[in-house]
């Protein structure tokens, strides 16, 4: 491989050199990137360079023969790795002229912010234009280690109407969680309202919502009212539950709040109480947590909703992630023993 003189595209915009370098060549570590800029043999606009130093569209930046490049990734236009674009491409379930409808994996944020890094889903739509102009609008968001139904929109018309849909409970959504011991009664309806507790950890991760009782909302400004109603399709001894919820209103956090307010955090779920280690003893306790994996197990089943052009009334069904598809394996639990909607008995 030759010494390379490449330009930074309009759409690679303007970030880190390191970053942009790692994005074009994805084999290449971040202790190569630093060790070639401090040697001089990467070079923007003929100049020396730090890792850290930023480039923007125009720079034509020296790449020296990389060490095990193989054939490097090139310059790919959006500016997104092969595994990356592979990644994002097989999450897709659905996709027309007007919407996609993905299968977000556990882990990847659904947009960037404060300590989330630069990978994730919405900046990952250029792999999701397939042939047209634009880039699709996310219309909601999952967090970052929820998986499940995560919608986008190949217009700003579109991203309105389904938003709006959202906003006014015309569509619907449906979660799978497995969480400590069973609630009692078996189903029913959280009504605490949400509000942010005060402060922030390092970099904003540590953000938390609290919950607070109806009565006491006046009390409480700054909190919202929210409301999840939850059905118990299967549980294990008083340990643990396979729980459908459904959230009536759309919180930070409120599936996940509300579970731990009752008394039964989603498993793997470290920021409301989730882990084994917080409940020793109690929910699934040490005998069990060890088998189970770590990982956040809440999951975005299902989504109906009409279709914003055809009016068609549309459902949509994730399979699980597999982290919870090895839970459902060692709890001997089948996906086809309990009823898609359990909700559409009781209204």
């Known amino acids: 491989m030759t010494v390379q003189q490449l330009t930074v595209t309009e759409d690679e915009g303007e970030q880190r050199l390191d970053k942009w370098l790692r994005r074009r060549f994805p084999h290449v570590t971040q202790g190569a990137v630093e060790k070639l800029c401090r040697t001089g043999q990467i070079r923007v606009d003929s ?8 480039v923007a569209p125009g720079m034509t930046i020296r790449v020296p023969p990389l060490p095990d490049a193989g054939a490097p990734a090139g310059p790919r236009p959006h500016g997104i790795s092969a595994a990356d674009e592979k990644m994002i491409q ?15 994996p556990a882990g990847l944020p659904s947009q960037g912010g404060s300590g989330q890094g630069d990978r994730h889903v919405d900046g990952l739509t250029e792999a999701l234009k397939f042939g047209y102009k634009d880039k699709p609008k996310l219309v909601h968001r999952l967090d970052k280690d929820t998986s499940g139904i995560l919608m986008l929109a190949r217009t700003d ?6 938003s709006e849909a959202l906003r006014h409970r015309a569509a619907r959504k449906i979660y799978w969680a497995v969480v400590a011991g069973v609630p009692h009664p078996r189903q029913g309806s959280i009504k605490f309202g949400l509000m942010k507790a005060p402060g922030r950890g390092r ?4 953000e938390k919502m609290l919950c607070v009782h109806p009565a006491k909302m006046a009390d409480h400004p700054g909190a919202k009212r929210a409301q999840t109603d939850y059905f118990t399709l299967w549980f294990l001894g008083a340990r643990l539950s396979w729980m459908a919820l459904e959230p009536v209103t759309g919180r930070t956090h409120q599936l996940r709040a509300h579970m731990a307010e009752i008394g039964h955090p989603i498993l793997g ?3 409301y109480g989730g882990s ?7 929910g699934w306790g040490g005998s069990i947590g060890g088998d189970l994996s770590k990982k956040l197990h809440l999951h975005a089943r ?37 009823p898609a909607d359990p909700f559409e008995q009781i209204r």
């Open 90 to 104: 097989s999450a897709v379930l659905w996709k027309d002229e007007h919407i996609i409808i993905l299968n977000k």
């Open 269 to 271: 779920d470290g920021k």
């Open 157 to 162: 018309r579109i991203a309105r109407a389904l």
């Open 276 to 282: 084994a280690q917080d409940n020793l003893g109690d």
């Open 302 to 338: 299902s989504l109906t909703v009409e279709h914003p052009i055809t009016k068609k009334l549309m459902t949509f069904t994730a399979p699980l992630p597999d982290h919870m598809a090895r839970t459902w394996k060692l709890m001997d639990w089948k996906e086809n023993d309990v």
């Open 47 to 54: 100049a020396r360079a730090k890792a850290s130093d930023r």
């Open 203 to 206: 970099g904003g991760e540590g």
